[in-house]
C-alpha cells in the first residue's frame, strides 16, 4: 500500500493569496508513505513546514528526494523540523551538477548570507546522496531515477512497492522542440518512468495559450500532460505545478476545458494541497477533499 499527501502543489513562487486556498499556495512538496512505515518527502518546498510539524514528533528514518535544485523545490528545507531533532536519521537525495555534488550545491544556499544556519551545523543525523540515475531502494519501495527535460540537472522518480506505481515528474517538458508527442515513446522524456503508472503527478503549469511564451522553460501545458499521460496508458492523472498566477478558478478552467476536449480514457484530479491518494494493489483510492475531473 501507498498512501500520497499533498503538502505543496505550487510551481515556480509560493502564492498564499485568497485565490489559491482551495488548491494550494505551498510549493512542491508530496509525501509518500509506504505499508511498512517507509517515509519519503518528495521535493522539499514550502509544503515542508507543515509536513515537518507532523514528522516531528516521530523517530524514524525520513528520506528527502529531489528531483531538482530551483528554488521552489528546496525552499523549505532549512525550516524542515526533524533535521533539527538530535540524532534523527535524515537522508536527502537529489541530482548533482556537472561541476559540484549535491552536498556542496546545498551547502551554498543552506549558509550565510542565504540562510542563518549552516547545513552542517544541523544536529539531526543528515545523509546526502547523489541521484546519478542509478535506481535505490528504500524500505520496501524500489525507486527508478532518470534525468528529464528541464532546464539545469532533473530527475523524476518512479516509485513501486511491487504492486502500485507511482510517477512523479513535476518539473517536465517532454514536449519540447516540437510542441507535441509524436515521436516514438521511447524518443520521449520520462515515458519510461510513466509508462503503465497507477498514479502519474506531472507538471500541467500552462494553458495552451500560454506554453509558446514559455517554451524552453522546462513546463508543459496541459493538455501536453493529457498527451503524456495518454501515451504512457496511466490509470490516473494529477495535474501538478500549478502557475502561480492562476487562481483557483483559473486551474478549475485550465483542467475542466481540457479534460472535456480530449476525453482521456483516465481519471484527472488536479493536485489539491491537503488531499491524497491510496494506491493499493493497483486500487486507487481518494483521501480528503480533491477536485476530480472524471471522464
Not at 110 to 135: E, N
Not at 201 to 230: K, N, T, V
Request: contains cysteine; glycine residues 10%.
Amino acid at each position: 500500500m501507498i498512501q500520497v499527501t499533498f503538502w505543496g502543489t505550487r510551481g515556480s513562487l509560493p502564492t498564499p493569496d485568497p485565490e489559491t486556498t482551495r488548491f494550494g499556495g505551498n510549493s512542491s512538496c508530496v509525501e509518500v508513505q509506504g505499508g511498512d512505515g517507509t517515509v519519503l518527502i518528495l521535493d522539499a518546498g514550502t509544503g515542508i513546514l507543515r509536513l515537518g510539524r507532523k514528522l516531528a514528533v516521530g523517530t524514524g528514518r525520513i528520506d528527502i528526494l529531489l528531483t531538482h535544485l530551483h528554488l521552489d523545490h528546496i525552499q523549505g528545507l532549512g525550516f524542515f523540523a526533524p533535521i533539527y531533532q538530535p540524532g534523527r536519521e535524515v537522508h536527502v537525495w537529489g541530482p548533482p551538477s556537472t561541476t559540484q555534488a549535491l552536498p556542496e550545491r546545498l551547502a551554498r544556499y543552506l549558509s550565510p548570507p542565504l540562510f542563518p544556519v549552516y547545513l552542517r551545523d544541523v544536529p539531526s543525523r543528515l545523509h546526502i546522496h547523489d541521484l546519478t540515475g542509478d535506481d535505490i531502494h528504500i524500505g520496501r519501495f524500489h525507486i527508478a531515477v532518470a534525468f528529464v527535460c528541464h532546464p539545469n540537472p532533473t530527475v523524476g522518480f518512479r516509485i513501486t512497492d511491487g504492486e502500485s506505481i507511482l510517477t512523479y515528474l513535476p518539473d517536465h517538458e517532454p514536449a519540447l522542440g516540437t510542441g507535441t508527442l509524436d515521436r516514438a515513446p521511447e524518443w520521449i522524456s520520462g515515458y519510461a518512468l510513466a509508462e503503465g503508472a497507477d498514479l502519474l503527478i506531472h507538471d500541467a503549469q500552462y494553458s495552451d495559450e500560454e506554453y509558446p511564451a514559455h517554451i524552453g522553460w522546462g513546463h508543459s501545458s496541459m493538455r501536453q500532460a493529457l498527451a503524456f499521460a495518454g501515451l504512457s496508458s496511466v490509470a490516473m492523472l494529477v495535474p501538478f505545478h500549478h502557475d502561480p498566477s492562476h487562481s483557483d478558478d483559473d486551474v478549475d478552467r485550465i483542467v475542466g476545458e481540457a479534460v472535456r476536449e480530449v476525453n482521456p480514457p483516465f481519471t484527472v484530479v488536479a493536485a489539491m494541497e491537503g488531499s491524497g491518494f491510496v494506491l493499493d494493489e493497483g486500487r486507487i483510492q481518494l483521501r480528503q477533499q480533491a477536485t476530480s475531473h472524471p471522464t
